[in-house]
């Protein structure tokens, strides 16, 4: 998903007004600090330039504490208006320059901007705690809160007002001024780590490479991955060569499909074994960080991380997200058993004397796949070029969402294979936002897939809307000179995933910044994106946009048939590395570490043992590449997050088959109370207003088949 934002970024998540200077010793005047020019407000990417982050950063903090000073300093009484609203609709010139800066950094970096990082980065933290400490702003807020239920408030706005203030005392404003003082010091140390976390994961990656020589060595892979494999020998100056890389499009495929067993194993160790050692290694970054995050709970008055980070979400705490896990857990590992089972039987009968391994699972599940439901994801591939599933995306949009989407061909991008478009009501033509998709690996891309934003929506004074600029970015598999992008079913499962976190930004209505779009409770927040993955292959919509790449010819029922069929094959394997993973996550989450360094390949190996892990699987990430905990505080103790939306999403789904997939009717309350609501009800709330009642992990278990 997107970033997990900063308090202070939170509290001020807009772009548009500017400052009226910003010049450097040429005259030039610095893009962030003038008014954008672009149709609504698209940041003027061709103009920026690295050196100019710093400088805007360090305006735009001085206008931003200007206007924190005048809430702070206002003679009237604390109002919802005159503090609340006022600091919603404070920091904008900071967010533009912000949102720039962490979209670029992740998905299209430079040994420049990792260098510009080492001091935006802890200029963001420190700002962020001036505001979340500062005392004479505290003080407003807490007489609102203290207050609330005599002023009037509605309901959007007495909940800004509960988690405004459980933020400020989340972030220290409770704390005396040496407490303080400690905590913007594990803020600051915390940050740091982070930066070398990321940067150490970008750098292991793409040094990470398996030369093959011959072709041969390639047999059983699709020929567009090995089309693939020798652009990149290519363009690695290794031509008439082939290299395979960790990046999904190239190390899935040859996990899936490759019959080299050898070549196999190399690139799963290679992966696995991703940032662990040398001078990449992750390792010690992460025990520091454990120590920091311990420090930081205790001092904030929480047992341990994990209850700090559980405390402010629908979950309240690890042994709520626990007991939802392990629900999962033993079904799933029984799963894997039977899923094992069937996939020696293919073995021993090659009569190879193969026994099944972590590096076999993909290759022989995919057998058992072609056996037990003559299914072909190599053959399916070719009814999912990109063009077409995104023509899928866009149709489900429509048709459920009233949208519709234009290319704007002229619009800026910060990379050229960046495509923007112009959301607009299908009926009125009245702008809804603006969307752009960045979808191929590249070096300077992170690994994953995910959305974010440029700009937030708000409400303006008059009444109108500022509506959002939102991307999403992936690593779907290439083009090649023979051949367009042909998606997996993962990837199309991807593209879906985040599409539906970026319908959630686009068509937010709530009032305030801080409120719309995916500014909700971080375990309701997968809920858009995960319901928005079963549309993907509904006969209904399949029959829109799978569309075969060569002939045009739509895919036939047979072929949809023997999906539908195939739909629960290999829960267990997926399962039980996502669970596996979000327990890990809690579980680090639960250390107290003191001064004492973390063996992070034991405690891994600990609680493997603990949970009873099959041997045949490791987490879908192990501790040195999970990003999503140790990248940021992003998911830290929240893993566990995708499992409880999609208790959520399971359930809520079964409403959409009961009624219809594009009933009107279930669409528009879909749409109104969850997708355009953001963070401005209470999450359960909503959910019941939309389904009628409250979600059991029943349709969980039944969608994943255990």
Known sequence: MNRIITFAAAAAFAGGTCIAMGTDGTGRQNPFLAPYTAPYEIPPFGQITDADYIPALKAAIAEYNTEIDAIVNNPEKPTFDNTILALDRAGRTFDKVVNV?????????????????????????????????????????????????????????????????????????????????????????????????????????????????????????????????????????????????????????????????????????????????????????????????????????????????????????????????????????????????????????????????????????????????????????????????????????????????????????????????????????????????????????????????????????????????????GNFSKPTADTPSLLTIDEVETMFHEFGHGLHGMLTRARYKSQAGTNVDRDFVELPSQITEHWAFTPELLKVYAKHWKTGETIPDSLIQKIAAASTHNQGFRATELVGAALLDLQYGKLNPGENDTDVDAFEAGVSKQLGMPEQITYRYRSPYFKHIFGSDGYASGYYTYLWAEVLDTDGFELFRERGLFDPATARSFKENILEKGGSEDPMELYVRFRGRKPTVDALLRNRGL
Do not use: C
């Open 101 to 473: 800066y962490y979209a670029l950094s992740e998905s299209n970096s430079s040994p420049a901007l990792q260098e510009v990082g080492e001091t935006f980065e802890p200029m963001i933290i420190a700002q962020s705690d001036e505001i979340s400490m500062n005392p004479g702003l505290f003080s407003r807020v807490k007489y609102l809160y203290d207050n609330r239920d005599n002023l009037n408030l509605a309901k959007d706005q007495k909940l800004y007002v509960e988690k405004l203030y459980k933020s400020f005392t989340r972030n220290g404003a409770l704390l005396d001024a040496e407490g303080q003082a400690k905590l913007r010091a594990l803020n600051s140390e915390l940050a740091d780590l982070y930066l070398k976390f990321n940067r150490n994961l970008l750098a292991a990656t793409n040094e990470w490479q398996l030369v093959v020589d011959d072709a041969a060595q390639l047999a059983g892979l699709p020929a567009s991955n090995v089309a693939v494999a020798a652009e990149e020998a290519a363009a690695r100056g290794l031509k008439g060569k082939y290299v395979l890389t960790l990046h999904n499009p190239s190390r899935l495929p040859v996990l899936q499909y490759a019959d080299n067993r050898d070549i196999r194993e190399k690139v799963y160790k290679g992966y696995t074994s991703l940032a662990s050692s040398g001078k990449y290694d992750n390792r010690p970054i992460i025990s520091d960080i454990l120590k920091a995050r311990a420090k930081k709970a205790k001092l904030l008055g929480f047992e341990n991380f994990g209850e700090y980070m559980t405390d402010n979400v629908m979950a309240g705490s690890v042994k709520a997200a626990e007991d939802l896990l392990m629900q999962i857990w033993e079904p799933a590992k029984r799963r894997v058993a039977t899923e094992v089972k069937e996939m020696q039987a293919i073995a021993d009968a090659e009569g190879k004397g193969v026994k099944i391994e972590p590096w076999d699972y993909y290759y022989y599940n995919e057998k058992v796949r072609k056996q037990k439901y003559d299914l072909d994801e190599a053959g399916l591939r070719e009814y999912f070029p990109l063009d077409s599933v995104r023509r899928g995306i866009f149709t489900l949009a429509e048709r459920n969402y009233g949208v519709r989407f234009t290319e704007m061909p002229d619009a800026p991008k910060y990379f050229d294979e960046v495509t923007v478009y112009d959301v607009t009501d299908a009926k009125t033509g009245e702008h809804i936002a603006v969307f752009m998709t960045d979808y191929f690996p590249r070096a300077s891309k992170r690994q994953g897939a995910w959305m974010s934003e440029f700009k937030g929506s708000w409400q303006n004074p008059d009444g109108s809307s500022s509506r959002p600029i939102i991307f999403n970015v």
